[in-house]
């Protein structure tokens, strides 16, 4: 089963959409994922229930895809 990767339509992060044909995740998108403080100082998502911050917030969910996930600092 893949990753799913939940995201808040307010902290978009537009590298997302390219992960869609790119690895096995599922994106969900949603209203809001009640993070208000983390969504106004970057971009994040919430993957399998765990938050994930960061610029390169595609990156960290290529790795995930990878199934490297748990190597993750």
Do not use: K, N, Q
């Not at 808040?8 to 790119?22: I, N, P």
């Amino acid at each position: 089963m893949p990753p799913i990767v939940e995201y808040c339509l307010s902290g978009h992060h537009a590298d997302l959409d390219a992960l869609r044909g790119e690895c096995e995740v599922e994106l969900r998108e949603r209203r809001c994922l009640e993070h208000c403080g983390i969504c106004r100082t970057g971009p994040f998502a919430v993957v399998d229930g765990d938050l994930v911050t960061g610029a390169d917030l595609s990156s960290a969910i290529r790795t995930l895809a990878d199934g490297t996930w748990g190597e993750r600092e």
